[in-house]
């Protein structure tokens, strides 16, 4: 079992940019793959980035790749999302995900076993 906590939302105006950070706590965190996802009122759960066991591999939704990015401190059990340049579609609550399944993280949520409970990312002027 691994749980999941993430911190680190909030109200932000467009252009700002903000840190979030997901802490693990139970089995290894570096057995993890680790991803993030995010899902909008009335909207699906999306793919934002992932990062391998080792944190030497990221991927990330063509939506965000240029301005998000993923690291993750295995000392610390604790994976961030950096994300600068924040627009009002980002408004969403963002998640983070652990698979034991694979080195590299997956774009696909039903992969991912264990979940945090998400937090409020909102983007507006």
């Known amino acids: 079992q691994v749980q999941l906590v993430e911190s680190g939302g909030g109200l932000v105006q467009p252009g700002d940019s903000l840190r979030l950070s997901c802490e693990a706590s139970?089995?290894?965190?570096?057995?993890?793959?680790m991803g993030w996802f995010r899902q909008a009122p009335g909207k699906e759960r999306q793919f934002v980035g992932a990062?391998?066991?080792?944190?030497?591999?990221?991927n990330y939704a063509d939506s965000v790749k240029d301005r998000f990015a993923i690291s993750r401190d295995n000392t610390k059990s604790t994976v961030y999302l950096q994300m600068n340049v924040l627009k009002p579609e980002d408004t969403a609550v963002y998640y983070c995900?652990?698979?034991?399944?694979?080195?590299?993280?997956?774009?696909?949520?039903?992969?991912?076993?264990?979940w945090g409970q998400g937090t409020q990312v909102t983007v507006s002027s």
């Open positions: 990062v391998s066991r080792d944190g030497r591999t990221t």
């Open positions: 995900a652990a698979d034991s399944g694979a080195y590299q993280g997956s774009r696909f949520p039903t992969r991912y076993e264990y």
């Open positions: 139970g089995r290894t965190f570096s057995r993890y793959a």
